[in-house]
């Protein structure tokens, strides 16, 4: 499972962002999809995620302001984050649970990262 991240970017405190992510998955069924971060000096933290049945669940500090999607059929999963602050600002990681056909085994696969920056 190969993961593509797109959709970073410099944006001012307040303004909105549109992440996207889009996997490929030949042999694979994906499971559940998700957005994490790292700031530098931090550890990676969960932004939200959103399983294959539609449920969602996010970070407090993001809760009301960032909404996770996804299109199964084009295996792509968005990030919409809305009323950025500057503690927004880090390198913003898709992810991908996802076992082969057949297996009950699941992997987790991770994008190469997008760096969002937001200025005050």
């Known amino acids: 499972v190969q993961l593509q991240a797109s959709g970073g970017g410099l944006v001012q405190a307040g303004g909105s962002l549109r992440l996207s992510c889009v996997a490929s998955?030949?042999?694979?069924?994906?499971?559940?999809m998700g957005w994490y971060r790292q700031a530098p000096g931090n550890q990676r933290e969960l932004v939200g995620r959103?399983?294959?049945?539609?449920?969602?669940d996010y970070a407090d500090s993001v809760l009301g302001r960032v909404f996770v999607s996804r299109d199964a059929g084009k295996n792509t999963v968005y990030l919409q984050m809305n009323s950025l602050k500057d503690e927004d600002t880090a390198v913003y990681y898709c992810?991908?649970?996802?076992?082969?056909?057949?297996?009950?085994?699941?992997?987790?696969?991770w994008g190469q990262g997008t760096l969002v920056t937001v200025s005050s």
């Open positions: 959103i399983t294959k049945t539609g449920s969602s």
């Open positions: 998955t030949s042999g694979f069924i994906i499971d559940g």
């Open positions: 992810n991908a649970e996802a076992r082969r056909f057949g297996r009950s085994n699941v992997y987790t696969y």
